[in-house]
Nanobody, 121 residues
């Protein structure tokens, strides 16, 4: 099994910054990609950012230029640096990882429980 633990959420004022972290542990052979999703009340879950093992990244349009995703492959940890935060960024942020648990198995998705980000006006 794989465990994802998020940290770094909190309450900030508009224009402020937060840095989210997500560490993967358990039975891990390799991680193909890690990403962050978010879900606000009354809204669908959406992909915020994702990064592959090779360093390729993709961002949701509304966060481009403000958020930066990065990862530490040695520590199986992904980060999301969030700058110029807006009230509409308020949501539960969930970590996702596509993990190959054994060399001979197909990779599967795993999820963290989420961390709350609240941005006040």
């Amino acid at each position: 099994q794989v465990r994802l633990v998020e940290s770094g959420g909190g309450l900030v004022q508009a224009g402020g910054s937060l840095r989210l972290s997500c560490a993967a542990s358990g039975i891990i052979f390799s991680i193909n990609s890690m990403g962050w999703y978010r879900q606000a009340p009354g809204k669908q879950r959406e992909l915020v950012a994702v990064i592959t093992s090779g360093g390729s990244t993709n961002y949701e349009d509304s966060v481009k230029g403000r958020f930066t995703i990065s990862r530490d492959n040695e520590r199986n940890t992904v980060y999301l640096q969030m700058n110029s935060l807006k009230p509409e960024d308020t949501a539960v942020y969930l970590c996702n990882a596509n993990v190959k648990t054994r060399a001979w198995t197909v990779a599967t998705d795993w999820w963290g429980q989420g961390t709350q980000v609240t941005v006040s006006s």
